[in-house]
């Protein structure tokens, strides 16, 4: 069974750092795209950071410059190094992974939380 565990959220001020980390177990073939999305109570959940098998990026406008994605693939393993953070980035953070099983699904991760105070 694929499962999908982060870590690395917590509570940290304006302007301070925190990095994300997401492992992919279980067995499966490939992780494909592997990416961050975050969602603050009554919004929909928003998409931080993606990373595609090729290499390439992409990232919401909110975050560039700050946030930076990678990935480990013999790990498959993606983390979120966030830098620069503003209040406005407060949310829960879930890890996201289109997984070759096979078959190729959608996995989430449970969440971690992010709280930048002001």
């Known amino acids: 069974q694929v499962q999908l565990v982060e870590s690395g959220g917590g509570l940290v001020q304006a302007g301070g750092s925190l990095r994300l980390s997401c492992a992919a177990s279980?067995?499966?073939?490939?992780?494909?795209?592997m990416g961050w999305y975050r969602q603050v109570p009554g919004k929909q959940r928003e998409m931080v950071a993606v990373s595609f098998s090729d290499g390439s990026t992409n990232y919401a406008d909110s975050v560039k410059g700050r946030f930076t994605i990678s990935r480990d693939n013999a790990k498959n393993t993606v983390y979120l190094q966030m830098n620069s953070l503003k209040p406005e980035d407060t949310a829960v953070y879930y890890c996201?992974?289109?997984?070759?099983?096979?078959?190729?699904?959608?996995?989430w991760g449970q969440g971690t939380q992010v709280t930048v105070s002001s």
């Open positions: 279980g067995s499966f073939f490939s992780a494909n795209v």
């Open positions: 996201n992974a289109l997984i070759m099983v096979p078959p190729t699904r959608n996995y």
